[in-house]
């Protein structure tokens, strides 16, 4: 009886888990995209300005939609061709999932193939290749 309602217990607890992790635990705290934004564009955190934040939802052309999704118009230096820079506003897509927490991505093609560069709350500057 003891080993049934330890059980019993054990997947109560792991049915209530799954629910809560379905949702970010916090808001996207402009400070948190500041720090990614930063890392993504080499830029320092003092010379990015946020505008506003938008809460959203993020589409693919597949069918596939993210329900965690912000825009954040940022304004920082961005460099041009010859070396010169200017202020620009610049909009970044984040999105959240339980392990990244608050992300940025992208991918480019390399020499040896594809590569996704990850840009995350939680692990920091992460690349797959």
């Known amino acids: ?13 792991m049915l209530m888990g799954a629910a809560i992790a379905a949702e970010p635990a916090k808001d996207l705290d402009p400070r948190v995209a500041v720090k990614l934004i930063a890392m993504k564009a080499s830029v320092p955190e003092n010379a990015i300005e946020i505008p506003f ?11 596939f939609q993210a329900s965690y999704a912000r825009r954040v ?12 820079q200017n202020r620009v506003l610049v909009f970044y897509d984040f999105l959240w999932n339980e392990s990244l927490g608050w992300f940025m991505w992208e991918s480019q093609p390399e020499r040896t193939g594809e590569a996704v560069y990850i840009w995350s ?3 920091g500057y992460i690349v797959n290749r």
Do not use: F, P
């Not at 049934?4 to 109560?12: F, K, T, W």
């Not at 118009?73 to 010169?84: D, F, L």
């Open 121 to 123: 709350e939680n692990k």
């Open 53 to 63: 934040i938008i809460d959203g939802k993020l589409g693919s052309e597949k069918g």
């Open 1 to 13: 009886m003891k080993k049934l309602s330890v059980a019993i217990i054990g997947v109560l607890v």
């Open 73 to 84: 118009a940022a304004i920082h230096a961005v460099r041009k061709e010859g070396g010169s």
